[in-house]
C-alpha cells in the first residue's frame, strides 16, 4: 500500500520510495528512508497536503507524492 | 601562519533559533526569520574572543548540505571552502535526532566542529532532557546547551569556540558505512590529493556517490578536472564492482547509514516521546470547516488593526510635517519664486505626504506580520493554500509572498525568495502586484464607503473582502496563464516542515522589523517621491496658454480613459503616483481643483462632492478600485523586482502583466455596465 492510503493516526514502516530526483534527496535526507515510522497526523482544508509525524517533526507531503511512497502497517502485536 | 581574525561557520536547521545565537554572539541587530529561506543571504558579523576578533557567517538555515536547493549549496561551499576556523552547528534540543543528520554531514567534512544544543527551554517545557555530557562522549566534540534567548549558556560557547579553534581536526569516522563501501573510500582516500580544509575520506565518498555537485565545486575551488585524474578511473572501476555485490545506489545507501547513526546516537542521548499531542491550533487552522476562515479572519484582523490605528498617528505626522513646511518656506524666502514653490510645494510637500500617509501603517503591519513569522503561523497559511496555489500551477509559498504584498509589494517580492525554483519565483515576482499593497487600501476603503456601503460597516468589509477575493482570484488565474505560456513547466516539488508554535519574542521583532522593512521601504519611497514632487509641480503650474502641462496630459489621456470606465485626470494620477500609490487620490484632487499643489479633503462627504461633481459614478468608482488592484508596480517595487530578477525583460513584463489585465478588466466592466446604466 502507499502512503497516500495511510488512515489517519495510524503507524506504518517505510519499505520502499519510488521518489525520484531533487524530490527522493530531499525525502531521504529529512529521514523518510525504508524502516522508518510514519503517522498521518491531518490534512489541509482541501485535502492536500496532508501532515505526517517522522522521526518526531511534522512534514507537509503532498498527495501525489505520497502515493511514490509504499509503506506497510506496524504489526499490533510489536 | 595564523591570522588576526577567527571565521566561524554558524550551520544549522530552519528553526532552530540560529538568528538568536548569531545575535547574541554579536550584539547585532538581525532579522530574524522562522521560515526557512528567509537568511538567504549569509549575515555576517564581528565580536571579540579573547584577544582575537572572531568573523562569524549566519549560513542560511538546511536540512542538509546535499546541494539540492541553493541554500544549501551557499551553505556547503562555505563550509567546504571558505577558511573557517570552526564550524558551530545549532540543533533543536527537542528534535535531535534530525540535526544530528547535518552535524554528522558536517563533521565528515570538516573533522571537527562545536554542537550548540539550543532551545533548551523549550525542552524543559516538554519534559525532554538530553544528556549533553553523554552526547560529548560519543561525539567527541564540544557540546553546548544554551537558551540563547535568555543569553544562558554563551559563555560557556565562546569557550568552547576558542578551544576548537585549536584544536585540529579528527580522523575518526562518525559513521561507518557497509564494509564494501567502507573498503572501496580507503582506497580511493588515498589517491587524493591534498585539499585543504576538507576531509580526504569525504571527497572520496562524494566520488563514490557521483555526487556531481561536489564534483563541481570542487573543479572550480581547485582549478583541477577530476574526470582527468587517475584516481577517477579508479573510482569508476570501484563504483562497478560494487554494483556487482548488489550495492547499487551509494548515495542512499550513504544517506540511509548516517540517518541511522543519528537515530542511534540520538536515542542513546535523550527518551523519545512516543505521544505527538496534535496541538489545539493546528487542529483549528487546518480544520476542513474553520481553517481558511480563520486564516482569512486573522488576515482581516491585521488589516483592521493596521488602518484603524494608524489613522491618528497618520493624522499627527501630518499635522507636524505640513506644519514645518511654513518654517521651510521661511527659510528659502531668498530662493527666487518659482524655486521656492518647486522645493516646498513640489518637493517637500510631496515627501510630507508620503511619510505621514506611508510611515503609519507600515510601522504597525510589518511588526504584526513579523509576529505571525516568528510564532510559526505563517507555514500553517502555505500548508492550507497549497493546493490552491498548485491548481495554479504556482508554489505554495506565493501564498505567504501575496500575504507580504498586502503590506508592501516591495517587501513581497524580496520575500519571494523563499522560492527556490526560478520559474516559480518569477511567477509569484510578477503577480505579487495584483495584491494591494497599504497604500492602496485607504484609497480602496474610501472609494468604497463613498460609493458603495455609504458608511455602513458591515457592507464595507463585504466589498473589501469581494475586493481581496478579486485580486487572490486574478492571481491565480494570472500565474495559471503564466504557467502555460511564458514561463512553462512543471510545479516543483517541496516536502515542508510544519515547526511547532513558539512564542514570539515581541521586543526583538518590532524592533527588527522597524529597522529592516519599514525604514527601508520608506527610504526608496521617498528616493522616488522627492523627484517625483518637483515634476508634479511643474506640470500643474507650468501654463501653456490658458491651461497647465496637467490639464493639457489629462485631455490626451481622456479616450483611453473613458474607455476603462475612467477619465483623462484618473488615468494621469495613476501614472504619477507611480512613485507611491498613495499619491494618487492627493493628485487627483489637484488637478480636480486645478491647484498648483497637492491637497487632500479631509472630510470624506467633500470629496464624494468633488469626485461626484466631475463626473464620477458608481462605475467609475468601480473602475477605478479594479484599476488600483490591477495596475503597474510603483517605484520601489519595481527597483526591487530589477534588484531580484536582474533582467529589464522581467521587469518589463512584471510592469505590463498587470497593467494591461487592468486595462482589460475596466474596459470590460464599462462596457458591461453600459446595458445597465
Known amino acids: ?78 | 601562519m595564523m591570522s588576526e581574525q577567527i571565521t566561524i561557520a554558524l550551520a544549522g536547521n530552519p528553526n532552530v533559533g540560529k538568528s538568536t545565537i548569531f545575535n547574541k554572539l554579536t550584539g547585532m541587530k538581525q532579522h530574524t526569520g522562522n521560515w526557512p529561506g528567509k537568511t538567504v543571504e549569509i549575515a555576517e558579523g564581528f565580536f571579540s574572543l579573547g584577544s582575537k576578533r572572531c568573523r562569524i557567517v549566519d549560513l542560511p538555515g538546511t536540512y542538509s548540505i546535499s546541494a539540492n536547493s541553493e541554500d544549501e549549496e551557499v551553505a556547503r561551499d562555505f563550509i567546504c571552502f571558505s577558511d573557517s576556523e570552526v564550524v558551530l552547528v545549532v540543533a533543536d534540543a527537542t528534535a535531535l535526532e534530525r540535526n544530528l543528520s547535518l552535524l554528522l554531514q558536517i563533521l565528515e567534512i570538516k573533522g571537527k566542529g562545536v554542537l550548540c544544543v539550543n532551545l533548551m527551554d523549550e525542552a524543559e517545557k516538554q519534559h525532554i532532557t538530553p544528556d549533553l555530557n553523554k552526547l560529548e562522549k560519543m561525539l567527541n566534540i564540544p557540546v553546548v546547551g544554551t537558551k540563547a534567548r535568555n543569553g544562558k549558556g554563551i559563555e560557556y560557547l565562546l569557550c568552547c569556540i576558542q578551544e576548537s579553534v585549536f584544536s585540529s581536526p579528527k580522523t575518526q569516522k562518525w559513521v561507518i558505512y557497509p564494509e564494501g563501501i567502507e573498503q572501496a573510500v580507503e582506497e580511493i582516500e588515498k589517491l587524493l590529493p591534498e585539499f585543504g580544509g576538507i576531509s580526504s575520506r569525504w571527497v572520496a565518498l562524494k566520488l563514490l556517490e557521483d555526487d556531481i555537485s561536489v564534483i563541481k565545486a570542487i573543479e572550480k575551488n581547485y582549478e583541477i578536472n577530476l574526470k582527468e585524474t587517475e584516481f577517477y578511473s579508479r573510482v569508476y572501476e570501484k563504483r562497478e564492482s560494487l554494483k556487482q555485490e548488489g550495492l547499487t545506489n551509494i548515495a542512499d545507501i550513504c544517506t540511509a547509514q548516517r540517518i541511522q547513526c543519528a537515530e542511534k546516537i540520538a536515542k542513546g542521548v535523550v527518551e523519545t516521546k512516543e505521544e505527538f499531542r496534535r496541538n489545539k491550533l493546528d487542529r483549528i487552522l487546518t480544520s476542513k470547516t474553520l481553517g481558511i476562515p480563520i486564516m482569512m479572519l486573522m488576515l482581516c484582523a491585521v488589516f483592521c488593526i493596521t488602518i484603524e490605528g494608524a489613522n491618528y498617528p497618520s493624522q499627527w505626522l501630518g499635522n507636524l510635517l505640513f506644519g514645518f513646511e511654513n518654517i521651510l518656506q521661511k527659510w528659502f524666502i531668498f530662493l527666487p519664486e518659482t524655486l521656492q514653490r518647486i522645493l516646498v510645494d513640489g518637493m517637500y510637500h510631496t515627501l510630507a505626504w508620503v511619510v505621514s500617509v506611508m510611515l503609519p501603517p507600515m510601522a504597525i503591519f510589518f511588526p504584526l506580520f513579523a509576529l505571525l513569522e516568528d510564532s510559526g503561523f505563517l507555514p500553517r497559511i502555505a500548508f492550507n493554500m497549497d493546493r490552491c496555489l498548485r491548481i495554479a500551477k504556482a508554489h505554495g509559498r506565493q501564498a505567504l509572498t501575496m500575504c507580504q504584498g498586502f503590506g508592501c509589494n516591495a517587501c513581497g517580492v524580496m520575500g519571494c525568495r523563499i522560492i527556490n525554483s526560478p520559474r516559480e519565483r518569477l511567477i509569484a515576482i510578477i503577480t505579487n502586484n495584483f495584491v494591494p499593497c497599504n497604500g492602496r487600501f485607504p484609497t480602496i476603503i474610501v472609494l468604497i464607503t463613498l460609493f458603495f456601503s455609504a458608511g455602513n460597516t458591515a457592507i464595507s468589509s463585504l466589498a473589501l473582502l469581494g475586493v481581496i477575493a478579486l485580486s487572490v482570484g486574478v492571481t491565480l488565474i494570472i500565474s495559471r496563464l503564466l504557467s502555460e505560456t511564458l514561463l512553462k513547466g512543471q510545479p516543483s516539488s517541496f516536502v515542508m516542515e510544519l515547526p511547532p508554535y513558539r512564542k514570539p519574542q515581541f521586543f526583538k521583532v518590532l524592533v527588527r522589523s522597524f529597522a529592516d522593512r519599514t525604514l527601508f521601504v520608506l527610504g526608496r519611497a521617498v528616493i522616488a517621491a522627492v523627484p517625483a514632487g518637483a515634476i508634479i509641480w511643474l506640470l500643474a503650474n507650468i501654463k501653456s496658454g490658458d491651461n497647465s502641462i496637467l490639464y493639457i496630459l489629462g485631455s490626451y489621456l481622456k479616450p483611453l480613459g473613458n474607455l476603462m470606465g475612467l477619465d483623462g485626470y484618473i488615468l494621469l494620477a495613476f501614472i504619477l503616483g507611480f512613485p507611491a500609490n498613495e499619491i494618487v487620490i492627493p493628485i487627483l484632487i489637484m488637478c480636480y481643483t486645478a491647484s498648483g499643489k497637492m491637497t487632500d479633503i479631509s472630510q470624506a462627504a467633500e470629496l464624494g462632492t468633488l469626485l461626484k461633481m466631475n463626473g464620477w459614478n458608481t462605475v467609475t468608482a468601480l473602475c477605478v478600485i479594479v484599476f488600483s488592484v490591477m495596475h503597474f508596480p510603483c517605484a520601489t517595487t519595481c527597483q526591487t523586482i530589477y534588484k531580484e530578477t536582474k533582467s529589464i525583460k522581467w521587469t518589463m513584463v512584471s510592469i505590463l502583466i498587470p497593467t494591461l489585465t487592468g486595462i482589460c478588466m475596466c474596459i470590460l466592466i464599462n462596457f458591461v455596465s453600459g446595458f445597465f446604466v
Open chain 1, 1 to 78: 500500500m502507499y502512503l497516500n492510503e495511510a488512515l489517519p493516526n495510524e503507524s506504518y514502516y517505510i519499505r520502499k520510495l519510488h521518489t525520484k530526483g531533487v524530490l527522493r534527496c530531499r525525502m531521504r535526507e529529512l529521514g523518510i528512508i525504508e524502516g522508518t515510522q510514519i503517522k498521518s497526523l491531518f490534512c489541509a482544508p482541501f485535502g492536500d497536503p496532508v501532515a505526517y509525524l517522522v522521526r518526531g517533526t511534522v512534514l507537509a507531503i503532498r498527495n501525489c507524492e505520497a502515493a511514490e511512497i509504499e509503506i506497510e502497517p506496524v504489526k499490533n502485536d510489536e
